[in-house]
């Protein structure tokens, strides 16, 4: 198992041992997944699962913290969903580089109650592993470049850590440049 300088206070544990930690997406995704890439989870006070209360808690530096958004946009009458991947100490550029990624005239966070039903997995810890599989993952390319990362786990109680280069090699990622600012 890895060492995480980025655990603070907590005890990681692979995450493949702990499908209790786990959404239901993503447990079955990291089954599927080669696991050449080091994943594993911290159990953590679901209350405290926003990112700066997380740090504050825990220990873990905020500069290796990295939020999932969903963003949803419409073109010619089709809602199209995507994951953007960027460092809590930055912000996408929905209306900017997501929306041309997504080829639609106006991108916006997708409604939570939308995006916990398409993804499965709860508001305040969705996570790129396990989303539906039509949808890109754009990964900033800072968070494609860290060493550690801690983002969600498909629940509120629990945190993956994970590598850049493990959200660089999910099925749909697409490293993006100035994704965030």
Known sequence: MASWSIAGSLTPEPADRRDDLLAPPVSRALASSDGDQPVAVVEIDPGLADTAEFCAAYGSPMDASANCVVVAGKR??????????????????????????????????????????????????????????DWPVYVDRA????????????IRGSKLLVTGRFLSSLPTAQIIEDLAH
């Not at 990624?101 to 997708?110: E, G, N, P, T, Y």
């Open 143 to 154: 968070v494609a470049d860290a060493p550690e990362l801690v983002i969600g786990s498909g």
């Open 76 to 133: 010619a009458g089709e809602v199209r969903y995507a994951a953007v991947m960027v460092l809590a100490s930055t912000r996408a550029d929905v209306n900017g580089v997501v929306k041309r990624l997504l080829d639609v005239r106006k991108a916006s966070f997708a409604p939570m109650g939308d995006a916990v039903s398409l993804t499965g997995m709860e508001y305040g810890g969705i996570t790129p592993v396990g989303l539906p599989e």
